[in-house]
């Protein structure tokens, strides 16, 4: 599913970085959570993580980078509202949870959907301050 997404993705003229894993076999989500989220950190625009186990696990360890906000979504007003709202810059999709034509449908959406700052860029600044601050929030 993933090369078929990178296909399409790559078809509709969107340059496309594949960062694995390159089989169906087991493998361990933060060792491809951490080389995206930094390339996002570090400037790139978007990212759309295509995963067999439930994409909510993936956002935990992308996440820890300053700067990306990753979020799972299964239907269009998520991915909507995760744009909009929250300035996601990291979508997770769950193979599990959506078929090809989802997940194309849902990328589209992400990928064309601006943040609407007013309220909410307050809210996302709150959150990269928290980004800056040595330690934990702790309750």
Known sequence: MKEKLRQTLASEGHEVTDFGPASAESCDYPDYAQPVAREVAAGAPTAVSWSAPPASAWPWRA????????????????????????????LTLG????????????????LH???????????????????????????
């Open 63 to 90: 996440n820890k980078i300053a700067g990306v906000r990753a979020a799972p979504a299964v239907s269009e007003d998520e991915v909507r509202l995760t744009r909009e709202h929250n300035d996601a810059n990291v």
């Open 113 to 139: 959907t601006d943040f609407a700052g007013g309220r909410h860029a307050r809210r996302v600044a709150k959150i990269a301050q928290l980004e800056q601050a040595p330690g934990r929030e702790r309750p």
């Open 95 to 110: 193979a599990r949870y959506v078929d090809e034509e989802q997940a194309n449908n849902l990328t589209r959406i992400f």
